[in-house]
């Protein structure tokens, strides 16, 4: 049976340094899945791994009829997913009434729905030591006004993560919800379109290089969560002790 690992956002940012270092890694793999909008940059970062072998999936995640395609190519294939990494996602800065209402739901709709659809689709591929990567984001550990949707999405993640990962464990499928904070990738090219990042997300930014490497550790450790560097690790222990009405006091 085929070995795969299938990996969306492929094209860019984090989930293009995933297919990077899980394209160099020594991970038994027959098939890379590169799941993407933009089909001939997926082919180009194709071309620079030529000891691996990829099949290119050209969907736009935002649509229901995109995760139709993907389990049309499980049912034709049969492969075991040993990997699964749901790297696709976007978000926007602004306050709500800044940003337009399709920007709003595409959130939603990338960052949750298509996320938990991808997900389920794959898991009767799933065997025993197969593994689930999931782009939360440190964003996802208190509300965050000014992000306030996205930050909602990515809390989504970790609380669906966490859960399924209990549900799966027992079947020895482990799942990991990644949780960085801000990454120097083009992800800030759309968030910042209405306004720019605050000074300290930008000071912070971490390589994605790094979050990545850390990430794939961690899944290989089969830990739930994933948090590189040291502020955002006392940022999530201080959402969790300090109330949040506190902290929230701080937005001007």
């Not at 669906?160 to 499928?173: D, F, P, T, V």
Request: proline letters at 4%; hydrophobic letters at 40%.
């Amino acid at each position: 049976m085929k070995r795969i690992a299938v990996i969306t956002g492929a094209s860019s940012g984090m989930g293009r340094e995933f297919v990077k270092q899980l394209s160099e890694s020594s991970l038994s793999l027959d098939e890379i899945w590169l799941i993407a909008r933009r089909e001939e940059v997926l082919r180009e970062i194709s071309k620079e791994y030529p000891e691996r072998t990829f099949k290119i999936l050209p969907l736009d995640l935002e649509s229901p009829d995109a995760w139709k395609k993907y389990q049309e190519e499980l049912e034709k294939s049969h492969p075991t997913v040993r990997i699964l990494i749901n790297a696709a996602g976007y978000g926007i800065i602004g306050n709500t009434e800044e940003i337009d209402v399709t920007d709003q739901t595409g959130m939603i709709r990338l960052n949750c729905e298509a996320l938990e659809a991808i997900t389920q689709i794959s898991i009767p591929y799933f065997k025993r030591g197969s593994r689930v990567i999931q782009l939360a984001s440190a964003s996802g550990f208190l509300p965050q006004p000014g992000f306030n949707v996205y930050a909602a999405s990515k809390a989504f993640v970790i609380s669906y993560s966490r859960a399924l990962g209990r549900e799966l464990r027992k079947k020895g499928i482990y799942i990991t919800a990644v949780c960085p904070g801000p990454v120097q990738t083009e992800f800030f090219d759309r968030a910042e379109k209405i306004n720019h990042s605050p000074d300290y997300k930008k000071i912070f930014r971490a390589s994605k290089e790094k979050v990545v490497a850390k990430a794939l550790r961690d899944s290989h450790r089969k830990k739930t969560i994933s948090v590189y560097g040291c502020s955002i690790k006392i940022m999530r222990i201080g959402a969790k002790i300090i109330p949040h009405e506190w902290l929230l006091k701080g937005y001007r």
